[in-house]
Protein backbone atom coordinates (compact mmCIF):
# COMPACT_ATOMS: atom_id res chain seq x y z
CA UNK A 1 0.00 0.00 0.00
CA UNK A 2 1.80 3.28 -0.63
CA UNK A 3 0.84 6.87 0.52
CA UNK A 4 -0.69 8.28 3.86
CA UNK A 5 0.36 9.45 7.00
CA UNK A 6 2.52 8.21 9.85
CA UNK A 7 2.94 9.39 12.90
CA UNK A 8 6.15 7.90 14.96
CA UNK A 9 6.32 8.99 18.48
CA UNK A 10 9.65 8.29 20.03
CA UNK A 11 13.04 9.13 18.04
CA UNK A 12 15.61 6.52 19.63
CA UNK A 13 16.82 2.96 17.96
CA UNK A 14 12.89 2.26 17.70
CA UNK A 15 12.11 5.52 16.37
CA UNK A 16 14.48 6.15 13.67
CA UNK A 17 14.31 2.60 12.29
CA UNK A 18 10.49 2.86 12.12
CA UNK A 19 10.39 5.58 9.88
CA UNK A 20 13.00 4.01 8.00
CA UNK A 21 10.42 1.34 7.24
CA UNK A 22 7.25 3.24 6.92
CA UNK A 23 9.66 5.43 4.16
CA UNK A 24 10.64 2.26 2.61
CA UNK A 25 6.80 0.90 3.15
CA UNK A 26 5.42 3.35 0.82
CA UNK A 27 4.22 6.22 3.15
CA UNK A 28 3.60 9.69 1.94
CA UNK A 29 4.21 11.96 4.80
CA UNK A 30 5.90 10.99 8.17
CA UNK A 31 6.40 13.23 10.93
CA UNK A 32 8.99 11.61 13.96
CA UNK A 33 8.14 13.07 17.69
CA UNK A 34 10.96 13.21 19.99
CA UNK A 35 10.27 14.87 23.56
CA UNK A 36 14.07 14.83 23.97
CA UNK A 37 16.20 18.52 22.69
CA UNK A 38 18.00 18.29 19.37
CA UNK A 39 20.42 15.60 19.97
CA UNK A 40 19.34 12.37 22.43
CA UNK A 41 21.48 12.41 25.64
CA UNK A 42 23.90 10.06 25.10
CA UNK A 43 23.59 7.43 27.33
CA UNK A 44 27.11 6.43 26.51
CA UNK A 45 25.98 2.75 27.48
CA UNK A 46 26.99 -0.40 25.16
CA UNK A 47 24.92 -2.34 23.30
CA UNK A 48 25.74 -5.82 22.52
CA UNK A 49 24.32 -7.27 18.81
CA UNK A 50 25.29 -10.80 17.81
CA UNK A 51 27.00 -11.42 14.82
CA UNK A 52 24.77 -13.16 12.79
CA UNK A 53 21.73 -10.89 13.84
CA UNK A 54 24.24 -8.37 12.66
CA UNK A 55 24.38 -10.46 9.31
CA UNK A 56 20.65 -10.07 8.87
CA UNK A 57 20.19 -6.40 9.67
CA UNK A 58 22.66 -5.20 7.52
CA UNK A 59 21.32 -7.08 4.34
CA UNK A 60 17.95 -6.02 5.31
CA UNK A 61 19.59 -2.29 4.95
CA UNK A 62 19.17 -1.26 8.77
CA UNK A 63 22.90 -1.27 10.13
CA UNK A 64 25.87 -0.65 7.98
CA UNK A 65 29.66 -1.65 8.25
CA UNK A 66 30.74 1.74 9.22
CA UNK A 67 29.01 1.78 12.44
CA UNK A 68 31.52 2.50 14.79
CA UNK A 69 31.64 -1.42 16.53
CA UNK A 70 34.24 -3.75 18.80
CA UNK A 71 34.52 -7.25 18.38
CA UNK A 72 34.03 -9.88 20.78
CA UNK A 73 34.79 -13.42 20.76
CA UNK A 74 34.32 -14.84 23.84
CA UNK A 75 32.71 -14.40 27.37
CA UNK A 76 34.53 -15.74 30.33
CA UNK A 77 32.32 -16.18 33.92
CA UNK A 78 34.51 -16.01 37.09
CA UNK A 79 34.34 -15.66 40.63
CA UNK A 80 36.15 -14.49 43.48
CA UNK A 81 39.19 -16.24 44.53
CA UNK A 82 41.20 -15.09 47.23
CA UNK A 83 43.70 -12.30 45.80
CA UNK A 84 43.91 -14.10 42.51
CA UNK A 85 43.98 -10.26 40.57
CA UNK A 86 41.18 -11.81 38.12
CA UNK A 87 39.22 -14.29 40.35
CA UNK A 88 38.90 -17.97 38.98
CA UNK A 89 37.23 -18.52 35.29
CA UNK A 90 33.97 -21.14 36.06
CA UNK A 91 32.91 -21.13 32.48
CA UNK A 92 33.82 -19.81 29.14
CA UNK A 93 31.23 -20.05 26.50
CA UNK A 94 31.79 -18.62 23.01
CA UNK A 95 30.35 -14.74 22.06
CA UNK A 96 29.95 -13.97 19.14
CA UNK A 97 28.81 -10.24 19.28
CA UNK A 98 29.76 -6.83 18.56
CA UNK A 99 30.12 -4.16 21.06
CA UNK A 100 28.72 -0.57 19.98
CA UNK A 101 28.03 2.38 21.58
CA UNK A 102 24.58 3.56 22.22
CA UNK A 103 25.35 6.98 21.27
CA UNK A 104 27.00 6.31 17.87
CA UNK A 105 24.36 3.51 16.72
CA UNK A 106 21.85 5.90 17.85
CA UNK A 107 23.85 8.59 15.19
CA UNK A 108 24.23 6.56 12.66
CA UNK A 109 20.12 5.25 12.80
CA UNK A 110 19.64 8.89 13.01
CA UNK A 111 21.08 10.21 9.75
CA UNK A 112 19.18 7.21 8.21
CA UNK A 113 16.03 8.57 8.73
CA UNK A 114 14.74 9.54 5.23
CA UNK A 115 15.20 13.30 4.30
CA UNK A 116 11.47 13.64 3.14
CA UNK A 117 10.92 12.46 6.97
CA UNK A 118 10.00 15.16 9.52
CA UNK A 119 11.73 14.68 12.48
CA UNK A 120 10.46 16.82 15.51
CA UNK A 121 12.82 17.05 18.53
CA UNK A 122 11.50 18.76 21.81
CA UNK A 123 8.16 17.30 20.62
CA UNK A 124 6.38 15.60 23.71
CA UNK A 125 3.14 13.62 22.93
CA UNK A 126 0.75 13.53 25.43
CA UNK A 127 -1.84 11.45 24.09
CA UNK A 128 -3.19 9.80 20.74
CA UNK A 129 -6.39 9.24 20.07
CA UNK A 130 -7.87 6.65 17.20
CA UNK A 131 -10.67 6.61 15.81
CA UNK A 132 -12.59 5.16 12.29
CA UNK A 133 -10.69 7.05 10.16
CA UNK A 134 -7.22 7.96 11.82
CA UNK A 135 -5.27 9.17 14.85
CA UNK A 136 -5.50 12.47 16.68
CA UNK A 137 -1.72 12.83 18.26
CA UNK A 138 -2.14 15.65 21.00
CA UNK A 139 1.59 17.36 21.82
CA UNK A 140 2.60 18.81 24.96
CA UNK A 141 2.57 22.50 23.18
CA UNK A 142 0.76 22.65 19.82
CA UNK A 143 -2.41 21.92 18.15
CA UNK A 144 -3.34 18.79 18.13
CA UNK A 145 -2.42 16.64 14.79
CA UNK A 146 -3.72 13.86 12.10
CA UNK A 147 -2.25 11.22 11.04
CA UNK A 148 -3.59 7.89 9.45
CA UNK A 149 -1.42 5.78 11.38
CA UNK A 150 0.67 6.16 14.81
CA UNK A 151 3.84 4.04 15.09
CA UNK A 152 4.79 3.81 18.87
CA UNK A 153 8.18 3.75 19.36
CA UNK A 154 8.35 5.67 22.32
CA UNK A 155 9.90 2.99 25.08
CA UNK A 156 8.81 1.26 28.22
CA UNK A 157 6.54 3.55 29.29
CA UNK A 158 4.96 4.24 25.92
CA UNK A 159 2.09 6.60 25.67
CA UNK A 160 0.78 4.98 22.47
CA UNK A 161 0.50 1.70 24.44
CA UNK A 162 -1.21 3.24 27.21
CA UNK A 163 -3.88 3.91 24.92
CA UNK A 164 -4.00 0.72 23.30
CA UNK A 165 -4.14 -1.04 26.42
CA UNK A 166 -4.83 1.02 29.23
CA UNK A 167 -2.78 0.31 32.79
CA UNK A 168 -0.48 -2.38 30.92
CA UNK A 169 2.70 -1.11 31.95
CA UNK A 170 6.07 -2.63 32.88
CA UNK A 171 6.30 -4.63 35.99
CA UNK A 172 9.37 -4.21 38.12
CA UNK A 173 11.40 -7.60 37.87
CA UNK A 174 12.76 -6.93 41.97
CA UNK A 175 16.59 -6.60 40.87
CA UNK A 176 17.93 -3.32 38.88
CA UNK A 177 21.19 -2.77 36.72
CA UNK A 178 23.81 -0.60 38.01
CA UNK A 179 25.27 0.78 35.11
CA UNK A 180 28.80 2.52 34.19
CA UNK A 181 31.18 3.35 31.73
CA UNK A 182 34.33 4.33 32.71
CA UNK A 183 37.75 5.46 30.70
CA UNK A 184 40.05 3.20 32.06
CA UNK A 185 40.66 0.35 29.27
CA UNK A 186 44.05 -0.76 30.59
CA UNK A 187 45.49 -4.02 31.32
CA UNK A 188 42.23 -5.74 29.53
CA UNK A 189 42.52 -9.45 29.17
CA UNK A 190 42.93 -10.81 25.87
CA UNK A 191 43.25 -6.89 24.73
CA UNK A 192 40.01 -6.68 25.59
CA UNK A 193 38.45 -9.48 22.98
CA UNK A 194 36.46 -11.00 25.76
CA UNK A 195 33.59 -10.02 27.64
CA UNK A 196 33.73 -10.71 31.62
CA UNK A 197 30.75 -11.68 34.11
CA UNK A 198 31.83 -11.25 37.59
CA UNK A 199 29.53 -13.43 39.62
CA UNK A 200 28.57 -13.39 43.23
CA UNK A 201 25.93 -14.72 45.30
CA UNK A 202 22.35 -12.80 43.99
CA UNK A 203 23.64 -11.49 40.69
CA UNK A 204 26.53 -10.67 38.73
CA UNK A 205 28.30 -8.08 36.54
CA UNK A 206 29.11 -8.16 33.09
CA UNK A 207 31.63 -6.23 31.69
CA UNK A 208 33.27 -5.34 27.95
CA UNK A 209 35.01 -2.90 25.92
CA UNK A 210 32.73 -1.33 23.97
CA UNK A 211 34.00 2.01 20.94
CA UNK A 212 33.81 5.39 22.44
CA UNK A 213 33.06 6.91 19.70
CA UNK A 214 35.77 9.05 18.85
CA UNK A 215 38.59 5.96 17.49
CA UNK A 216 38.93 5.01 21.20
CA UNK A 217 37.29 2.90 23.37
CA UNK A 218 35.74 2.66 27.12
CA UNK A 219 34.46 0.03 29.52
CA UNK A 220 31.20 -0.78 30.45
CA UNK A 221 29.94 -2.36 32.70
CA UNK A 222 26.59 -3.34 33.71
CA UNK A 223 25.96 -5.34 37.47
CA UNK A 224 22.50 -6.97 38.13
CA UNK A 225 21.29 -7.98 41.91
CA UNK A 226 18.43 -6.87 43.66
CA UNK A 227 18.72 -3.71 45.89
CA UNK A 228 18.29 -3.92 49.76
CA UNK A 229 15.18 -2.93 51.69
CA UNK A 230 15.83 0.78 52.04
CA UNK A 231 13.35 3.30 53.31
CA UNK A 232 12.43 5.88 51.02
CA UNK A 233 14.56 4.65 48.06
CA UNK A 234 13.18 7.39 45.46
CA UNK A 235 11.92 6.69 43.29
CA UNK A 236 9.99 3.70 43.56
CA UNK A 237 11.68 1.09 41.74
CA UNK A 238 8.09 -0.22 40.84
CA UNK A 239 7.02 2.77 38.88
CA UNK A 240 9.26 2.34 35.75
CA UNK A 241 12.38 4.89 35.82
CA UNK A 242 15.97 5.18 36.00
CA UNK A 243 18.26 6.84 38.34
CA UNK A 244 20.21 8.39 37.01
CA UNK A 245 24.06 10.25 38.29
CA UNK A 246 23.23 12.07 40.98
CA UNK A 247 20.12 11.06 41.73
CA UNK A 248 21.34 7.57 43.32
CA UNK A 249 20.76 7.44 46.81
CA UNK A 250 23.62 7.49 48.58
CA UNK A 251 22.63 4.54 50.89
CA UNK A 252 22.18 2.39 47.70
CA UNK A 253 25.60 2.97 46.18
CA UNK A 254 27.34 2.22 49.11
CA UNK A 255 25.67 -0.78 49.10
CA UNK A 256 26.73 -2.09 45.83
CA UNK A 257 30.39 -0.41 46.01
CA UNK A 258 30.56 -2.72 49.20
CA UNK A 259 29.25 -5.77 47.26
CA UNK A 260 31.78 -5.29 44.99
CA UNK A 261 34.54 -4.33 47.31
CA UNK A 262 33.92 -7.95 48.87
CA UNK A 263 33.17 -10.05 45.92
CA UNK A 264 34.62 -9.14 43.27
CA UNK A 265 38.51 -10.15 41.92
CA UNK A 266 41.24 -7.24 42.50
CA UNK A 267 41.73 -6.09 38.78
CA UNK A 268 37.42 -6.14 38.61
CA UNK A 269 36.81 -4.71 41.68
CA UNK A 270 39.32 -1.90 41.37
CA UNK A 271 37.54 -0.95 37.62
CA UNK A 272 34.14 -0.72 38.91
CA UNK A 273 35.20 1.33 41.77
CA UNK A 274 37.35 3.63 40.04
CA UNK A 275 34.69 4.44 37.40
CA UNK A 276 33.68 8.29 37.26
CA UNK A 277 30.29 8.62 39.63
CA UNK A 278 28.82 11.09 36.97
CA UNK A 279 29.31 8.08 34.48
CA UNK A 280 27.07 5.64 36.44
CA UNK A 281 23.76 5.14 36.79
CA UNK A 282 20.79 3.17 37.31
CA UNK A 283 18.19 0.62 35.58
CA UNK A 284 15.51 -1.10 37.36
CA UNK A 285 14.73 -4.25 35.09
CA UNK A 286 11.02 -4.85 33.87
CA UNK A 287 9.11 -7.23 32.11
CA UNK A 288 6.39 -6.20 29.24
CA UNK A 289 4.73 -7.92 26.97
CA UNK A 290 1.15 -7.07 25.29
CA UNK A 291 -1.50 -8.95 23.78
CA UNK A 292 -1.13 -8.09 20.23
CA UNK A 293 1.41 -5.44 18.66
CA UNK A 294 -0.84 -3.72 16.51
CA UNK A 295 -4.54 -2.42 16.63
CA UNK A 296 -6.88 -0.50 14.13
CA UNK A 297 -4.09 2.40 13.49
CA UNK A 298 -1.93 2.42 15.95
CA UNK A 299 1.07 -0.21 16.52
CA UNK A 300 4.16 -0.86 18.76
CA UNK A 301 7.48 -1.44 18.03
CA UNK A 302 11.07 -1.84 20.18
CA UNK A 303 10.46 -1.34 23.98
CA UNK A 304 6.97 -0.12 23.64
CA UNK A 305 6.03 -3.57 22.53
CA UNK A 306 7.73 -5.84 24.92
CA UNK A 307 10.76 -5.54 27.29
CA UNK A 308 12.98 -8.60 28.29
CA UNK A 309 14.95 -8.49 30.76
CA UNK A 310 19.08 -6.92 29.06
CA UNK A 311 20.17 -10.94 30.06
CA UNK A 312 19.49 -11.84 25.93
CA UNK A 313 21.50 -9.19 24.92
CA UNK A 314 18.91 -8.10 22.19
CA UNK A 315 16.89 -5.00 23.02
CA UNK A 316 18.23 -3.08 20.29
CA UNK A 317 18.17 -6.46 17.55
CA UNK A 318 14.39 -6.88 18.03
CA UNK A 319 13.72 -2.71 17.96
CA UNK A 320 15.98 -3.04 14.41
CA UNK A 321 14.00 -6.13 13.53
CA UNK A 322 10.04 -5.26 13.96
CA UNK A 323 11.12 -2.45 11.74
CA UNK A 324 12.46 -4.58 8.95
CA UNK A 325 8.90 -7.23 9.97
CA UNK A 326 6.97 -3.71 9.56
CA UNK A 327 8.75 -2.77 6.47
CA UNK A 328 7.94 -6.19 5.11
CA UNK A 329 4.29 -6.23 5.81
CA UNK A 330 4.02 -2.87 4.48
CA UNK A 331 5.06 -3.51 1.21
CA UNK A 332 3.13 -7.00 1.07
CA UNK A 333 0.03 -5.43 2.36
CA UNK A 334 -2.88 -3.81 0.70
CA UNK A 335 -4.48 -2.00 3.30
CA UNK A 336 -3.62 -0.72 7.17
CA UNK A 337 -5.84 -3.77 8.34
CA UNK A 338 -3.22 -6.31 6.02
CA UNK A 339 -0.06 -4.69 6.93
CA UNK A 340 -0.68 -4.16 10.45
CA UNK A 341 -2.12 -7.86 10.69
CA UNK A 342 0.86 -9.06 9.02
CA UNK A 343 3.35 -7.14 11.60
CA UNK A 344 1.73 -8.71 14.65
CA UNK A 345 1.99 -12.42 12.72
CA UNK A 346 5.71 -12.00 12.07
CA UNK A 347 6.94 -10.04 15.50
CA UNK A 348 4.21 -10.50 18.91
CA UNK A 349 4.98 -14.03 18.97
CA UNK A 350 8.74 -12.99 18.56
CA UNK A 351 8.16 -10.88 21.59
CA UNK A 352 6.63 -13.03 23.81
CA UNK A 353 8.95 -16.26 23.67
CA UNK A 354 11.90 -13.50 24.05
CA UNK A 355 10.08 -12.17 27.47
CA UNK A 356 10.13 -15.90 28.29
CA UNK A 357 13.57 -16.65 27.58
CA UNK A 358 14.77 -13.53 29.67
CA UNK A 359 13.02 -14.41 32.60
CA UNK A 360 14.41 -17.64 33.03
CA UNK A 361 17.83 -16.16 32.75
CA UNK A 362 17.22 -13.48 34.63
CA UNK A 363 15.85 -16.05 37.78
CA UNK A 364 19.29 -18.40 36.87
CA UNK A 365 21.47 -14.99 37.04
CA UNK A 366 20.24 -12.86 39.57
CA UNK A 367 17.16 -14.33 41.66
CA UNK A 368 18.34 -17.85 42.17
CA UNK A 369 22.32 -18.29 41.33
CA UNK A 370 23.79 -21.26 41.96
CA UNK A 371 26.93 -21.68 44.21
CA UNK A 372 28.99 -20.53 41.36
CA UNK A 373 32.02 -21.08 43.23
CA UNK A 374 31.48 -25.01 43.38
CA UNK A 375 31.32 -24.98 39.37
CA UNK A 376 33.81 -25.81 36.84
CA UNK A 377 33.19 -25.79 32.96
CA UNK A 378 31.05 -28.76 32.62
CA UNK A 379 28.63 -27.17 35.75
CA UNK A 380 28.24 -24.67 34.01
CA UNK A 381 27.47 -25.76 30.84
CA UNK A 382 24.78 -27.87 31.96
CA UNK A 383 23.43 -24.26 34.12
CA UNK A 384 23.45 -22.22 31.10
CA UNK A 385 21.69 -25.11 28.91
CA UNK A 386 18.78 -25.37 31.18
CA UNK A 387 17.93 -21.94 30.85
CA UNK A 388 17.78 -21.87 27.22
CA UNK A 389 15.61 -24.63 27.35
CA UNK A 390 12.39 -23.39 27.80
CA UNK A 391 9.16 -24.69 26.21
CA UNK A 392 8.96 -22.19 23.29
CA UNK A 393 12.76 -22.20 21.58
CA UNK A 394 11.75 -19.66 18.77
CA UNK A 395 13.79 -16.78 20.13
CA UNK A 396 17.41 -17.50 21.76
CA UNK A 397 20.51 -15.53 23.00
CA UNK A 398 21.04 -12.40 21.07
CA UNK A 399 17.85 -12.22 19.94
CA UNK A 400 16.26 -14.66 16.97
CA UNK A 401 17.03 -15.36 13.51
CA UNK A 402 14.81 -12.99 11.18
CA UNK A 403 14.84 -15.99 9.27
CA UNK A 404 12.89 -18.22 11.78
CA UNK A 405 10.30 -15.52 12.30
C1 LIG B 1 20.72 -2.77 31.45
C2 LIG B 1 20.36 -2.89 29.99
C3 LIG B 1 21.27 -3.48 29.09
C4 LIG B 1 20.93 -3.60 27.73
N1 LIG B 1 21.83 -4.21 26.89
C5 LIG B 1 21.48 -4.42 25.59
C6 LIG B 1 22.37 -5.11 24.69
O1 LIG B 1 23.48 -5.53 25.05
N2 LIG B 1 21.97 -5.32 23.41
C7 LIG B 1 20.76 -4.85 22.97
O2 LIG B 1 20.46 -5.06 21.79
N3 LIG B 1 19.92 -4.18 23.78
C8 LIG B 1 20.23 -3.97 25.09
N4 LIG B 1 19.36 -3.32 25.91
C9 LIG B 1 18.03 -2.91 25.41
C10 LIG B 1 18.05 -1.69 24.53
O3 LIG B 1 18.67 -0.60 25.18
C11 LIG B 1 16.60 -1.32 24.13
O4 LIG B 1 15.84 -2.47 23.95
C12 LIG B 1 16.61 -0.57 22.81
O5 LIG B 1 17.42 0.56 22.91
C13 LIG B 1 15.18 -0.19 22.34
O6 LIG B 1 15.04 1.14 22.21
P1 LIG B 1 13.68 1.87 21.88
O7 LIG B 1 13.99 2.86 20.79
O8 LIG B 1 12.57 0.91 21.69
O9 LIG B 1 13.34 2.62 23.25
P2 LIG B 1 14.06 3.87 23.94
O10 LIG B 1 15.52 3.88 23.67
O11 LIG B 1 13.60 3.88 25.35
O12 LIG B 1 13.46 5.13 23.18
C14 LIG B 1 12.19 5.69 23.42
C15 LIG B 1 12.26 7.13 22.92
O13 LIG B 1 10.96 7.66 22.96
C16 LIG B 1 11.02 8.97 23.48
N5 LIG B 1 9.72 9.24 24.09
C17 LIG B 1 9.18 8.59 25.14
N6 LIG B 1 7.96 9.09 25.41
C18 LIG B 1 7.73 10.07 24.51
C19 LIG B 1 6.64 10.95 24.29
N7 LIG B 1 5.56 10.92 25.07
N8 LIG B 1 6.72 11.85 23.25
C20 LIG B 1 7.81 11.88 22.46
N9 LIG B 1 8.90 11.08 22.64
C21 LIG B 1 8.86 10.16 23.66
C22 LIG B 1 12.16 8.93 24.48
O14 LIG B 1 12.70 10.21 24.74
C23 LIG B 1 13.14 8.02 23.78
O15 LIG B 1 14.04 8.72 22.95
C24 LIG B 1 19.67 -3.14 27.26
C25 LIG B 1 18.76 -2.53 28.15
C26 LIG B 1 19.09 -2.41 29.49
C27 LIG B 1 18.09 -1.77 30.45
Redesign the pocket.
Known amino acids: MRGGSVAV?????????AALAASRGGAERITV????DAR?RDRG?????HDARYAELRDAGYMADEMPWAPLNRRVWSVRDGDAEHGRAIGTQPFP?R??N?GSL?SELRRRVPETATYRAG????AVEQDADGVTVR??DGEPERFDLVIG???????VREAMYPGTGAAYAGYI?W?GTSPDVSGLPSDGLDAHNITFPGGHCMAYRIPDGSGGHRLNW?L?TAPPRIDGLHPDLRTPT?LPPGRLNAELTEHLRALVAEHFPPFWAAKLLSTPAETTFI?P?YDLDVPRYATDRMVL?????S??R?H????????LQDATALEAAWVAGESWKEILEGYHAARGPVGTAMVGLARRMGSAQVEETPDWSAMGQAEFDAWWQEQNNGSDRRSGFG?HSLKSS
Request: hydrophobic share 50%.
Open positions: VGGSIAGCAFERALVGIGVFAYWWAKVELAADGYRSVGRVYSQIIGDAAVAPLGAGSVKAG
